[in-house]
């Protein structure tokens, strides 16, 4: 067998490593993707008191530490069996939706549009951000640049800092907000709808008005027709901060809804020889492999898996973007990876509309920011949806609510198998009988980065920028050729 | 002329030897505090950010110095390196949505954010970055005082310029 290693993947959270590996006949046989793991989390939580989790969990990860640390602090009220009061619980909202717009904005215009507006087949050195300003203008980049503090400020004002926040309490928020500051909330919030709006225009000119670019979104290499989870609100509309987990099948139609506490009775890992990471799947339909369809308990989270699972979103601008989407794209579950960018867009819309009306809400000022836990711990659950998807906390205590047992389960460990299924497809297309095609690297980057894996990005990797790398080994592992850029 | 000066550790303090940034500017503050540096208006500060999230952080200082946990094979844990930007050797810190401190700079400065003319980072080498913990291994634990010191010294020597 011979193994193709593209090592590491530019422009995405801490290292990634691609291995293809090839058959006999030189086509792709397996393909896999090698992250550092960090380890001994568990270990290092058991024996803390819990209140101390959402201050940790935040530093897991360097990306979305809003998103652990809410869905750590929504553990904690499940596991003191307490309901935080109205206005906390819009603080919360508040906050979150601040932190998918800074999360979005980030990978919309850093990682997705320079494929885009530079083309999938620029040169790595002028196919970044940086080229991607130079071709629509320095004031794009600005308000780039400007929504993102913005975004990044509202977190600070609810947060209690500007990253690893800090307002998490079970039963509430340690902190209220003041008419000055929720003001200043509503002015921010006002920017980021128009900046949604821009951002939406943007896509529509660079991306859609042209035809190549609409036929590689929707074109079989980037086609991955799975299952897909995300939360949805009582009126199945797509939700960030809470509500119920659902999933359809390739065809849309719903196959279960469950709250976070049940995850385990939905969700099973199932373990390859060839790899030492887990696919998680659906129970109720089985492993199969890293197949799609109906037949197969591969599922996929995500801004475009959010999307698939709803019925709708909850603002008027951002449900505007969202059919144009379905009907661009055409109805029902969309399978083209590639569409996470465009869902992302509508979800910026979502985020910034609902940050406005939340800001606008009579009783976000209000001092009633905490109920009191008084219950005994044993058990809690949680579960949010990240910017990069689904995202479930498990904890166990003792009576004194001392921490015994932890289980995190994040986007990109839902995404194994997509993310592996859309890498070889990818691959596939690109390297028949052992000859490699010109444009490999960047296909296959650009399927791995629609998902926006997160990895154990706590890591370091100085230096950075590093160009993709592929090795080619023979049967016996030698190392044969190694390719740059 | 005073200098406006930042030094800025970065990390994450519970994984092991990813926290030597932190650690070490820690101890430099603390001996700032004994011994201040004339002629340089320094600001020590810690975060856990990088790529984009720097330039807040970096806005409206003459100069930066960057000290952050290295994970390179060919670096022995708790050496210390000068990172050389210009060369093309980005910085892809923990919290990096993709975009290394070169490209981050040139954004900011594309945009006209007012970044620090002179920006020096340096890498100290780890041994183990990957395991939660609250303690550096011990080769990166003993050579936090010295590169405290270097890095000190290094600060007078700005100062005099």
């Known amino acids: ?485 | 002329m005073t200098v406006r000066a930042l030094l800025l550790g970065l990390g994450n303090t519970i994984l092991t030897d990813d926290g030597v940034g932190i650690y070490v500017v820690r101890a430099v503050a603390q001996r700032l505090e004994g011994e201040p540096i004339e002629g340089l208006e320094l600001d020590v500060r810690q975060a856990s950010v990088g790529g984009l999230g720097l330039l807040d952080l970096m806005a409206g200082y003459g100069v930066a110095i960057i000290v952050d946990a290295l994970a390179d094979e060919r670096v022995r844990p708790g050496e210390l390196c000068r990172v050389d930007l210009a060369r093309g050797a980005g910085h892809e810190a923990f919290c990096l949505h993709g975009v290394g401190l070169k490209t981050a700079l040139e954004l900011g400065r594309s945009i006209g954010q007012a970044l620090p003319e002179r920006v020096e980072v340096y890498g100290v080498g780890t041994e183990d970055v990957t395991t939660f913990g609250e303690e550096c291994t011990p080769a990166v634990r003993a050579a936090i005082p010295a590169v405290a010191g270097r890095l000190y010294r290094r600060l007078r020597a700005l100062a005099r310029e």
């Open chain 1, 1 to 485: 067998m011979r193994r193709i290693t593209i090592d590491p993947v530019t422009r995405l959270e801490g290292h990634g490593k691609i291995e293809i590996f090839l058959n006999d006949d030189g086509d792709v046989e397996n393909v896999y993707f090698q992250v550092p793991e960090l380890r001994g989390f568990e270990k290092f939580c058991v024996g803390r008191p819990a209140e101390e989790m959402p201050r940790i969990v935040s530093r897991i990860c360097g990306v979305c530490p809003e998103a652990h640390h809410l869905c750590s602090t929504k553990a904690l009220d499940n596991l003191y069996g307490v309901q935080p009061p109205s206005a906390a619980v819009k603080l919360r909202e508040l906050f979150y939706c601040a932190h998918q717009v800074h999360s979005h904005i980030a990978h919309f215009y850093v990682l997705a549009a320079p494929d885009f507006v530079l083309g999938p087949h620029a040169e790595p050195a002028i196919r970044n951000i940086l080229g991607l300003i130079k071709r629509v203008g320095a004031e794009v980049g600005s308000e780039v640049i400007k929504h993102r503090s913005y975004a990044q400020r509202v977190q600070e004002i609810i947060g209690g800092k500007a990253t690893h926040p800090v307002c998490g309490l079970p039963g509430g928020v340690s902190k209220s907000i003041s008419e000055e500051e929720r003001r200043e909330i509503e002015a921010l919030a006002r920017s980021c709808v128009e900046f949604g709006e821009l951002s939406a225009r943007l896509f529509d000119n660079l991306v859609l008005r042209k035809e190549e670019y609409v036929d590689l979104i929707t074109g079989d290499v980037y086609s991955s027709p799975t299952y897909y989870m995300g939360l949805v609100d009582d009126r199945n509309r797509m939700s960030f901060y809470d509500g119920t987990v659902r999933v359809v099948d390739p065809e849309g139609e719903e196959v279960v809804r469950f709250p976070a506490r049940d995850y385990l009775r939905h969700i099973a890992e199932a373990v390859e020889p060839w790899t030492y990471l887990k696919f998680p799947y659906l129970r109720e339909v089985g492993w199969r492999g890293l197949v799609g369809g109906k037949g197969s308990g591969v599922y996929c989270v995500g801004p475009l898996a959010r999307l698939n699972v709803a019925e709708g979103v909850s603002t008027p601008r951002a449900q505007e973007e969202y059919e144009k989407m379905y009907s661009t794209l055409g109805g029902g579950p969309i399978h083209a990876v590639l569409a996470n960018h465009w869902a992302r867009i509508v979800e910026i819309l979502n985020a910034a509309e609902r940050m406005l009306e939340l800001s606008r809400d009579e009783e976000i000022t209000s001092d009633e920011v905490r109920t009191v836990p008084t219950g005994t711990p044993r058990e809690g659950f949680a579960v949010v949806e990240a910017p990069r998807g689904t995202l479930f906390h498990h904890y166990e205590t003792d009576e004194e609510g001392i921490i015994t047992r932890v289980n995190i389960v994040v986007a990109t460990t839902h995404n194994n198998a997509p993310i592996c299924m859309s890498i070889k497809q990818a691959a596939a297309a690109l390297i028949r009988g052992g000859e490699v095609s010109e444009g490999l690297l960047n296909m296959v980057e650009m399927a791995f980065r629609a998902y926006d894996p997160c990895f154990g990005c706590a890591t370091h990797s100085l230096p950075g920028d590093m160009p993709l790398e592929v090795r080619i080994y023979d049967f016996s592992g030698r190392l044969r050729e190694t390719l740059r850029r």
